[in-house]
């Protein structure tokens, strides 16, 4: 599902760029393995398996890298996030990255919809952040767990648009400050 999100995350990333407009990669980092895992890990989860999962998310590892497609430049910000949500209190940097540099508006993408996106969008709004999850730049492990975040989202914190909607109404000035 992730590979099919690319080009439309490409397409976005350069609408913003020519906006002047943030672009900010929230990477999945553990500096050292987490202490807990959820309740449900736990219960279906072989002993190996979190650390299987711990090692891979481990800053520098081969399963860390950004896919081979996303075009990524040196003017985007990445962010180390800890936790599912980037915006989250101490789980990254990016919560005082767009208010720093004037941006009042933050479009979320990436894998997977739920939990990540969606909490980060949500955690986004609550310091007054306008959040705007774009559709086709999310993608889940089904469809059903996609369409069940997005209406979530919709539902109870932000907009959701698609790609082609965000990017004329960037273009056309709809969202007054550059967006994050």
């Not at 609408?15 to 393995?33: C, I, K, S, T, W």
């Not at 009042?104 to 986004?124: F, I």
């Not at 996609?146 to 907009?159: E, I, Q, V, Y």
């Amino acid at each position: 599902m992730t590979e099919r999100i690319v080009p439309a995350i490409n397409h976005h990333a350069a609408a913003l760029r020519d906006a002047r407009g943030g672009v900010f990669r929230g990477r999945d980092a553990q500096h050292q393995p987490r202490k807990t895992d959820s309740m449900v890990m736990q219960r279906i989860s072989t002993p190996a398996a979190p650390a299987t999962r711990n090692a891979a998310m481990i800053q520098g590892a081969p399963g860390h890298a950004s896919w081979p497609a996303l075009d990524v430049r040196e003017a985007d910000e990445t962010v180390l996030k800890r936790r599912f949500s980037a915006f989250m209190q101490g789980s990254s940097h990016l919560p005082q990255r767009p208010c720093a540099r004037g941006l009042d508006t933050v479009r979320v993408g990436g894998t997977a919809t739920s939990p990540c996106c969606e909490n980060s969008a949500r955690d986004a709004m609550m310091p007054d952040l306008r959040t705007i999850i774009v559709a086709e730049c999310n993608a889940a492990n089904s469809d059903a767990a996609h369409n069940a975040s997005l209406a979530s989202s919709w539902n109870n914190f932000g907009d959701v648009m698609t790609t082609d909607h965000v990017i004329d109404r960037l273009r056309g000035g709809a969202f007054g400050k550059a967006a994050a």
